[in-house]
């Protein structure tokens, strides 16, 4: 098993930032949310990144967004876990502002949310998906034990 | 790329191990939405265990720890006197409660 670290994106990090590899405008999202990087650790290679958004009055942290690097996606992917990991910390930084009343949240497409579900074990809240309570605790422990 | 063109490339189970694709709701539905949010966490939140809770103190307290630890400067934020009394008083009303039981059963 591969040692990761997931660390605030910084400033530097945007030039291996592409949308080939990471899909998505990165730079538009750090005005709203809080982003991470996830890498292997003592390497600059980005193989994750989360968008993540507080909603302190709720004691919510929801997932804005979350993506993959391409390589690591499918089939021919190199590092499994990515999405799971980064999840994990979703759920540990809420741990650490709110304690027990911590919740993560995650407002997903249609065709995925029964997958989110069976593959991380998140609860029906509406049309979002949560983890709070025991399967919070749940998913800390099996992505970053 | 676009979410469908992403689609014939990955499968759905795929993309949820891959993607949180951002997803836009009216002001209307995201009210409606985090009304139902509400309720179910409610839901969560009445059946929490003292040990669920307490759990999600202990960790609490950990991490602040390790990332207190793990910072270049001290964090002002994090007041872990004032934590740590709380959790470890839970902790103790948690004990105290289970040792009534336990001496309230009859032993023979």
Known sequence: MAKASISPLEDTDFKQITKKRYFFDWKKEKVAAE????????????????ALTDFPGEFRMQIHLLCVSRDNQGKGKKYDGIAGSLIAFA???????DFDQACISLLPKTELRAHYKSKYGMMDGGPQLFHEGARLQAIIKKYLP | MSYKKLLQELSPQELAESFVFPVKLSAKQQKAADLLLTEARQKVREKMTDTEKLTGRLMGLKF??????????????????????????????IGLGLFKRTVKEPCY
């Not at chain 1, 982003?35 to 990144?49: A, R, V, Y």
């Not at chain 2, 709380?86 to 009303?93: A, D, G, V």
């Open chain 1, 35 to 50: 982003l991470f990087k996830l890498t292997l650790q003592g390497e600059s290679e980005i193989l994750g990144l989360l």
């Open chain 1, 91 to 97: 759920a540990r930084t809420a741990t650490v502002k």
């Open chain 2, 64 to 93: 602040r720890m390790e990332d207190y630890f793990r910072a270049d400067k001290p964090n002002s934020e994090y007041s872990f006197g004032l934590n740590y009394i709380q959790t470890i008083s839970s902790l103790l009303n």
